[in-house]
């Protein structure tokens, strides 16, 4: 059998440092690796099946695994052992999407060129390693592989304050890092486990006391929680958002904040039910209070990329409630939830780092009457919108409404909470559009123009996801309830 997971990522890894080697020739090099990655996610979509056993997989409930001896001790046991299942295929496949669309949009970019797109695949690679990392210190090293890429773009080709945001990132993430990798580590030695692979430490932490569980439980939350980000651990996102190039914020949203949503599922629920459990009051009060706090903090915005951001809390705390609510329906709402907000929040700061280019603002009140001067940017900041707030027939939609769908069924009248913060979300959205997209025209300049093709085809593949998974979430749905588990998949 083909090794495939290896195979994609020796093209990332192979394109990544040739990227950084190619000089004035990196985009070509970036958008050739980017490709490739998008036509091997395709061949793992099309070869994968969520059956124990699918294709003779090594670790069972995972398709398309591999595991090989890495460190072998008396006393340690590390595996190179990769394989996915239905919530890191989908997640794959929103990582190959972003790459693409980062890459093109960014066509133009002058300032080190090879060291820019070399950074963007970096950040690809790191995040398609977690997501199909079964062994815990593999797992870890693709992790914090993340965090120095992504502290470069915003450090070197930032806004004003971008070292202090990245420092921040970096010492918000980082911290929670080590709090993480101190769990997961407590996790393998005191739940005696023979080694650091998902299934054999599945097998002995699921044995464990409530006790042991839950503190296991908060520490992996914490770590996993600051990635996310859940409140009151925010704060360094939406510095690190207006501070960082586009396409670092593109990445940041759609990708980073995800690896936080996934590892929680992956190694804390699923591995540690008894600690969920006894933990799910804390999880359903920083669930709500994300989803209040980031609504408000939107509504005061001026700044359009910081209103991005802020509602980015506020969508993130709809996936902390849907998988706090330990049901099938809101895992299935949760991971649905997490692509399509990669999708749309990478639109929308796709729109928002064009709107500073053409206008040399993204000042809210300041621009208005944008439509007649840039009608193909206008679109795009519609759609991204429309599909954030909820749109039917855009990709949010199917996501959101199975979250409600969820939470109504697991906590009832509860459901008005994120129902009234969706409607706050389409106000804010909707007087956002009306201030700039219409009315007489102001603070555009003379001889302001369209779009560039690169940035407008950046945009339109996420804008041309976003109508697919709209009309069709049943692509990713199947692919969600595939895994081999009732409730949440697992080996």
């Known amino acids: 059998m083909l090794p495939l997971i290896s195979l994609i990522l020796a093209t990332l890894v192979l394109g990544t440092v040739a990227t950084f080697f190619a000089g004035a020739r990196s985009r070509w090099v970036a958008l050739a690796t980017s490709v490739v990655f998008l036509l091997e996610v395709a061949v793992l979509f099309v070869n994968y099946s969520g059956w124990p056993g699918y294709n003779g997989a090594l670790v069972p409930g995972f398709s398309e695994s591999e595991s090989y001896s890495w460190i072998h001790l008396s006393w340690l046991q590390i595996n190179y052992t990769v394989g996915v299942d239905g919530i890191s295929l989908v997640m794959i496949l929103l990582t190959a999407i972003l790459q693409i669309a980062t890459v093109i949009y960014s066509w133009a970019e002058e300032r080190r060129p090879a060291a820019y797109f070399g ?20 797992f870890f090293l693709f992790w914090e592989a993340v965090l120095v890429p992504m502290f ?38 005191y739940s005696g486990a023979s080694s650091f692979d998902f299934s054999s430490v599945y ?3 699921r044995s464990l006391a409530p006790v042991p569980q839950t503190f296991l439980f908060l520490a992996l939350f914490f770590g996993f929680g600051v990635k996310f980000p859940m409140v009151p651990f925010h704060t360094w996102l939406p510095d690190a ?7 670092g914020s593109v990445l940041l949203a759609g990708l980073l904040l995800k690896l936080g949503g996934y ?28 989803i209040v706090w980031g609504s408000v903090l939107s509504l005061s915005q001026r700044d359009l990329k910081r209103l991005v951001a802020y509602s980015s809390i506020n969508h993130m705390g709809i996936v902390l409630l849907a998988i706090a609510l330990d049901s099938s329906l809101g895992l299935i709402a949760a991971v649905l939830l997490m692509f399509a907000h990669g999708i749309v929040s ?13 206008f040399g603002s993204r000042d809210i009140p300041a621009i208005g009457g944008i439509t007649p001067t840039t009608p193909a940017l206008s679109t795009m900041i519609m759609v991204g919108s429309l599909a954030s707030l909820g749109l039917p027939a855009l990709i949010s939609f199917p996501a959101e409404f199975t979250a409600l769908l969820a939470t109504w069924n697991g906590l009832g009248y509860w459901v008005f909470v994120p129902l009234g913060i969706l409607v706050v979300t389409a106000a804010f959205y909707l007087w956002m559009m009306q201030r700039m997209l219409f009315g007489p025209p102001k603070g555009v300049p003379i001889g302001a123009h369209d779009v560039p093709w690169y940035e407008g085809v950046g945009m339109g593949i996420l804008v041309a996801f976003t109508v697919l998974f709209g009309v069709l979430p049943g692509l990713l749905v199947n692919v969600i309830v595939s895994s081999p588990i009732k409730g949440w998949p697992g080996p």
């Not at 930032?158 to 993430?173: D, E, I, Q």
Request: proline share 4%; hydrophobic share 60%.
């Open 119 to 138: 950074l963007v695949l970096l950040t690809c690679l790191g995040s398609f390693g977690v997501f199909v990392a079964l062994d815990i210190l593999l």
């Open 203 to 205: 097998a002995a932490a």
């Open 241 to 247: 958002h207006v501070e960082a190039p586009t396409g």
């Open 346 to 358: 990478g639109l929308l700061f796709m729109t928002s780092g064009s709107v500073h280019h053409t």
């Open 152 to 189: 470069f773009l915003i450090g070197f080709w930032g806004g004003p304050r971008r070292r202090y945001a990245a420092l921040k990132f970096f010492v918000y993430t980082h911290v929670a890092s080590i709090v993480m990798l101190v769990g997961l580590l407590a996790l393998v030695f």
């Open 263 to 290: 590892g929680l599922i992956r190694w804390a629920v699923e591995v540690l039910p008894n600690g969920f459990h006894v933990s799910q009051p804390i999880l359903f009060f920083i669930a709500f209070l994300s």
